[in-house]
Nanobody
């Protein structure tokens, strides 16, 4: 069982930055593909970014060039650097993990583990 704990959310003005972190309990963290999803008020859950065990990445079109996903295998931690934030980025952000770390997907049903979520609020 993998436990994921997010941190780093908060309130920021438009144009600001935040860095989300996700600490994983599993010592075999490096074997998992990881990612971030978000859910805005009144909207469906949506894919934000993903990274394979080898470091290949994929992003939702609207965050490309603004967000960067990365991972530190030595710390079993996943990150999401968010720059140039806009009010539309306001949501609860969830860290996810799946076995089979060599490929990623934007399908939330294929991720085995989810964190509890961290709130990101961008004011205009």
């Amino acid at each position: 069982q993998v436990q994921l704990v997010e941190s780093g959310g908060g309130l920021v003005q438009a144009g600001g930055t935040l860095r989300l972190s996700c600490a994983a309990s599993e010592r075999t963290f490096s074997n998992y593909a990881m990612g971030w999803f978000r859910r805005a008020p009144g909207k469906e859950r949506e894919f934000v970014a993903a990274i394979t065990s080898g470091g290949s990445t994929n992003y939702k079109d609207s965050v490309k060039g603004r967000f960067t996903i990365s991972r530190d295998h030595t710390k079993s931690t996943l990150y999401l650097q968010m720059n140039s934030l806009i009010p539309e980025d306001t949501a609860v952000y969830y860290c996810v993990a799946k076995s089979g770390g060599t490929w990623f997907t934007s399908n939330p049903r294929l991720y085995d583990y989810w964190g509890q979520g961290t709130q990101v609020t961008v004011s205009s």
